[in-house]
Nanobody, 123 residues
């Protein structure tokens, strides 16, 4: 069993930055690919970013490329999402997830989920 706990959400103005963290408990974190999804009110949960188990490859949704960076620290059993140049449309609950057993942009492919952390960007 893996437990994921997100932190680092909050409220910022347009153009600001936040760094989300996700701490994992359980075994074999270093063998897990990890990802971030987000869900806005009344919308589906959508893919944001993913990273391979060794952190050597990353994938991003087009709407965050160049602004968000995902990273993984296996020694700390943690994954991070650095979010820069935030926009009001980035407002959502952000979820940490892992590992992936299929298409990384499909929520059904991911095994474990955190409880989410709220990110609010005001104009």
């Amino acid at each position: 069993q893996v437990q994921l706990v997100e932190s680092g959400g909050g409220s910022v103005q347009t153009g600001g930055s936040l760094r989300l963290s996700c701490a994992a408990t359980g075994r074999d974190f270093d063998s897990y690919s990890m990802g971030w999804f987000r869900q806005a009110p009344g919308k589906k949960r959508i893919f944001v970013a993913a990273i391979t188990r060794e952190g050597d490859m990353t994938h991003y949704a087009d709407f965050v490329k160049g602004r968000f960076t995902i990273s993984k620290d296996n020694a700390k059993s943690s994954v991070y999402l650095q979010m820069n140049s935030l926009k009001p449309e980035d407002t959502a609950v952000y979820f940490c997830t892992g590992p992936c057993s299929g298409d990384f942009d499909d929520p059904q492919s991911w095994d474990y989920w955190g409880q989410g952390t709220q990110v609010t960007v005001s104009s």
